[in-house]
Nanobody
């Protein structure tokens, strides 16, 4: 069965960095686009970043562009989100998403808290 397991979240001070990882299994990872989304308390889930199946194309939400970098390793079935210059408003539960046509799968999320 499809499984997406996020890791790497935690508590970090403003201006700090975190690296999130998503380990995928149960499907052909290399043909799926992968994305990160986040959901802050009391807010709707929002798009953060996406990467194409081959890793040749990426796209970012305006709020994270220039600070976050998405990448993937199709040999290891992992997708990562490098987050730099973190701000308190980046605090949220971060989710990994796999998508291909109408097939979508989500992980359980990893908590990121940016606070001094």
């Amino acid at each position: 069965q499809v499984q997406l397991v996020e890791s790497g979240g935690g508590l970090v001070q403003p201006g700090g960095s975190l690296r999130l990882s998503c380990a995928a299994s149960g499907f052909t990872f290399s043909i799926y686009a992968m994305s990160w989304y986040r959901q802050a308390p009391g807010k709707e889930r929002e798009f953060v970043a996406t990467i194409s199946s081959a890793g040749s194309s990426t796209n970012y939400a305006y709020s994270v562009k220039g600070r976050f970098t998405i990448s993937r390793d199709n040999a290891k079935n992992t997708v990562t989100l490098q987050m730099n210059s973190l701000k308190p408003e980046d605090t949220a539960l971060y989710y990994c998403k796999a998508a291909r046509a109408s097939t979508v799968s989500w992980g359980q999320g990893t908590q990121v808290t940016v606070s001094s």
